[in-house]
């Protein structure tokens, strides 16, 4: 099915060009969700095991996790944060330019071949899709390993593109193509190319190959996972819509939140190898008790 989507979406990008194939992707990826539901009502209609409250329940664990975690950290973490933000500070006054001059004058046929997949790779659309397809083949195969694996990554995009989201919607950081330089921050900005600090692509990107490094659990996956995020962010760069220093804060924001959330979610499989999950748990949601 896979092979199936990405040749669609190659179809869609020649016929249709980008705008449309935005569209598409988006459009699949919905899709995808609602077809889950769907399916995951019809087969286990009946289950005596409520695996989609076990699932909501750990979606608000885990999301409650995350963004409390800042509360808990210790010298080490604050010294890992500062050491990022750090980098992309230097990397803003010392290479931001440089690297986007570099970029732009070594464009060549085969980097433009290739710099593609990066995008897609990086899209709001494909962490959903992705996930999503991963889901709903655990359900299929009655896999609990593979389903809560589809979760991992849906839970790791959604996490990184809501913090990336504020961000970017609160520093308001020119793109590149503005020509306004790396220092124009136009704050609490509306409009998208005012939304360029921190990249939501390479957030996205790392995300999706953190959580899924983790869950697979095998270095020549891992490799190849990280490989590809890093080129969503060279991509980023290449293609002029992002400063260096955004590539690095996005790709700091989905390495973090993937590695936290692949590793809940392994902690959350030990568990329920243990018998230790209970099914049917209320879930607030925004001051409503929800039980499913």
């Known amino acids: 099915m896979l ?26 990826s919905y899709a995808v969700v609602l077809t889950f539901f769907f399916f995951s009502s019809v087969v286990h209609a009946g289950s005596p095991e ?34 990022v933000a750090g980098a992309a500070v230097a990397s803003a006054f010392v290479a931001d ?16 071949a290739v710099m593609p997949a990066g995008d897609y790779y990086g899209r709001f659309s494909t962490g959903y899709g992705l996930g999503s397809l991963i889901y709903l083949g655990g359900i299929i195969a009655g896999s609990d390993d593979v389903r809560l694996t589809g979760r991992a990554v849906i839970e790791a995009h959604t996490f990184a593109m809501l913090i990336t989201g504020v961000i970017k919607a609160t520093a308001g950081r020119s793109r590149p193509f503005k020509q306004e330089g790396n220092r124009r921050f136009l704050f609490f900005a509306d409009e998208n190319p005012n939304w360029s600090f921190p990249s939501g692509h390479a957030a996205s990107a790392f995300a999706v190959s953190s959580v ?14 990280y490989a590809l995020s890093t080129l969503t962010a060279v991509q980023r760069v290449y293609d002029d819509k992002h400063w260096l220093s955004d590539t690095i804060v996005g790709a700091a924001i989905g390495t973090v939140v993937g590695l ?33």
């Open 50 to 83: 409520n695996f989609l409250s076990d699932d909501a329940t750990g979606i608000y664990r885990d999301f409650r996790e995350v963004f409390s975690a800042p509360s808990h950290f210790d010298g080490g973490d604050w010294a890992t944060v500062v050491a």
């Open 212 to 225: 899924l490094g983790t869950r697979i659990n095998r270095p020549w996956a891992t490799a190849g996972l």
């Open 97 to 112: 330019e440089p690297v986007r001059d570099y970029a732009r004058s070594h464009h060549t046929p085969f980097l433009d």
């Open 260 to 292: 936290a959330v692949g590793g809940m979610i392994n902690d959350e499989e030990d568990r329920m190898e243990r018998g230790m999950v209970e099914s049917g748990e209320p879930v607030p949601l925004a001051g409503v008790t929800v039980t499913f």
């Open 3 to 28: 092979s199936v989507q990405i040749q669609a979406s190659a179809l869609c990008l020649r016929v249709c060009g980008g705008e449309a194939a935005g569209r598409f992707f988006r459009a699949f």
